[in-house]
């Protein structure tokens, strides 16, 4: 299973991710964790310079943007995904290509169709079993960022217009392929999102289990 998480910076993708990762494992599943940018070195180099390059780099063109996601992208599919996958892994992964397609082509945008096909050349046309679109209002998502605390990224730091323009395009991204896609509204309680995320999984997989945490948690969000 390839599983990932897509959002607005403050969705609980993280929360989410973490919580579906010690599902799996509790199913006696290998389970791969991790994320773009930044899932191997190069993809580290990638995050620095994307989302905290500061004047040593200056403005970064929206298609240089895109060409380094997709570098990273075509790193991490074969250094860590692709292997995974092919021993038998669930892996579970923070962000993927319909981020470059919200951020870079409607944020940025940049023609939807050229990222698209961008992407897919890069990771040799692997797309995920099931993505989780956990849906935010960019004021909500720009509370919760501000709550905990840090600098702002460059994605994070960009106008009101742009994070409602990524939103808009990750919602027209769920209505294309909803077979795919499982939108789920951020806002919630993340036990209640969490126990709608396995139940997806165990529909599609057939492993059982109840959630992982335990009643009197609080809510992260991450």
């Known amino acids: 299973m390839f599983i990932t998480f897509e959002g607005g910076d403050g969705a609980g993708k993280t929360t989410q991710a973490e919580l579906l990762g010690a599902w799996c494992v509790a199913q006696g599943r290998e389970v791969v964790r991790t994320r773009e940018p930044g899932g191997t070195p190069l993809g580290v180099e990638v995050r ?29 599919v074969a250094q860590v995904v692709r292997p ?6 669930a892996v579970v992964q923070d962000r993927y290509i319909d981020s470059s397609l919200a951020y870079q082509g409607a944020g940025r945008v940049l023609d939807v169709a050229e990222v698209r096909q961008l992407s897919a050349w890069a990771v040799g046309g692997l797309w995920p079993d099931l993505t989780v679109l956990l849906d935010i209002e960019p004021g909500v998502a720009a509370e919760r960022r501000a709550a905990r605390g840090g600098a702002a990224d460059r994605l994070e730091a960009e106008a009101d217009a742009f994070h409602r323009a990524v939103r808009d395009g990750f919602l027209a991204l769920a209505a294309a392929e909803p077979d795919r896609y499982l939108v789920l509204d951020a806002a919630r309680p993340f036990t209640e999102l969490h126990i709608e995320i396995t139940r997806r999984v165990a529909a599609m997989t057939g492993w059982d289990g109840g959630p992982v945490f335990d009643a009197g948690q609080g809510s992260p969000q991450a």
């Open 48 to 76: 620095r310079i994307l989302l905290h390059g500061g004047d040593e780099i200056g403005a970064v063109d929206p298609r240089a943007e895109a060409l380094l996601y997709a570098a990273d992208r075509a790193q991490h």
């Open 84 to 89: 995974a996958l092919a021993r038998g892994a």
